[in-house]
């Protein structure tokens, strides 16, 4: 899977590694982001048997100097202490998770807007690029608020 950022949340996604649950196997992956001060990576963890599985995510996070830093706190945990952390995450899992993931999605958005917007009064980004992009991004907006409805109220195993 390797390390990809995504431009909407500059969040950067790596595959740790596979643990094995309650004979189930569950892909590890950790999602880090800058938080405006530090990085900081949570685990999340997906039943490899289970394609619509969107994953439960683990409540402790990892901060970290640089991504790298993160990266390197997580890879030296065990598989025990990941066994440890995936209980963790299903026994504090969210009851409305479609409702949170959207919401998250939104305030991601919300974010790189706001970036957009700053980079562009500061000079650092091109007028019509930046045009563009604030475009683009209330557009995702909008998608994603029209969505709001099917969410709300509906609870996810």
Same mark, same amino acid.
């Given at each position: /899977?390797?390390?990809?950022?995504?431009?909407?949340? %500059?969040?950067?996604?790596?595959?740790?590694?596979?643990?094995?649950? %309650?004979?189930?196997?569950?892909?590890?992956?950790?999602? =880090?982001?800058?938080?405006?001060?530090?990085?900081?990576?949570?685990? &999340?963890?997906?039943?490899?048997? &289970?394609?619509? %599985?969107?994953?439960?995510?683990?409540?402790?996070?990892?901060?970290?100097?640089?991504?790298?830093? =993160?990266?390197?706190?997580? @890879?030296?945990?065990?598989?025990?202490?990941?066994?440890? +952390?995936?209980?963790?995450?299903?026994?504090? +899992? +969210? !009851?409305?998770?479609?409702? +949170? !993931?959207?919401?998250?999605? =939104?305030?991601?958005?919300? @974010?790189?807007?706001? !970036?957009?917007?700053?980079?562009?009064?500061?000079?650092?980004?091109?007028?019509?690029?930046?045009?563009?992009?604030?475009?683009?991004?209330?557009?995702?907006?909008?998608? /994603?608020?029209?969505?709001? @409805?099917?969410?709300?109220? =509906?609870?996810?195993?």
């Amino acid at each position: /899977m390797g390390s990809r950022m995504t431009p909407d949340t %500059d969040t950067q996604d790596t595959f740790v590694t596979t643990i094995n649950v %309650d004979s189930r196997t569950y892909d590890v992956t950790l999602a =880090v982001e800058h938080d405006g001060i530090e990085h900081v990576g949570r685990l &999340w963890f997906t039943d490899t048997e &289970w394609a619509e %599985d969107e994953g439960v995510r683990d409540h402790g996070v990892f901060p970290g100097r640089s991504p790298n830093d =993160v990266v390197s706190a997580v @890879r030296a945990l065990s598989e025990s202490d990941l066994r440890l +952390r995936y209980r963790r995450a299903v026994a504090d +899992r +969210r !009851k409305y998770y479609g409702l +949170r !993931k959207i919401t998250e999605d =939104v305030l991601g958005d919300i @974010r790189h807007l706001n !970036k957009v917007a700053t980079s562009m009064r500061a000079g650092l980004l091109q007028l019509d690029e930046a045009a563009e992009e604030i475009a683009q991004t209330e557009r995702r907006l909008h998608e /994603m608020i029209s969505q709001l @409805r099917h969410f709300a109220g =509906v609870a996810t195993a």
